[in-house]
């Protein structure tokens, strides 16, 4: 499909549960990701998509929630998050780790963000000095086993954030 001048992807693939695989598709124009691909339960992996077109200060929240058999977005490019984060890699229970390209410098909202993401053995080292809500950010990631030194500094909200986490020493 031609979706070079489609700024708006809310919904797109929205509870698409018997979806297997996903188009390549253009996003240059792109600004909102809301739960663009929440519930595709069943796709593992997804084309090249380059996200980082768009201003937009919630335009990755629920974006890949309850994505169960995906793995990686390594091969995905994100940039700046900008504001919220909120549920975006929510109950993806095979995704290893957050991709390396999602700069998080001016995420405010980080909110169940990586909750439930049991296949995590690590978190890496993530830019959040502007994070104000942690709470539940990695609630149920069973498989971390450690963690870099976060900045909380700006947090209001961290209740629960590691809550579940039951391998981390």
Known sequence: PD??????FIWFFFQCSSLTSVPLLDLSSG?????MFRGCSNVGTLPTLDFTS?????KFRETF????LLTTLDNCTFGDSRGD?????????????I??????TNCSNMQQAIY??????????????NVANFERAFQGCSGITS???????????????????????
């Open 54 to 58: 768009g201003t937009n200060s919630t």
């Open 116 to 129: 439930g993401c049991r296949s995590f053995t690590s978190i890496p080292l993530l830019d959040t000095p």
């Open 99 to 104: 991709p390396p390209s999602l700069v998080t």
């Open 65 to 68: 929630r309850e994505m169960a």
């Open 31 to 35: 600004d909102r990701y809301f739960a």
């Open 147 to 169: 963690f870099p030194q976060l900045d909380f500094s700006s947090g209001h909200n961290i209740g629960n954030a590691f809550n579940g986490c039951t391998s981390l020493v």
């Open 3 to 8: 979706t070079s001048t489609s700024n708006d």
């Open 85 to 97: 984060i909120r549920l975006m890699f929510r109950d993806c229970t095979s995704l290893l780790n």
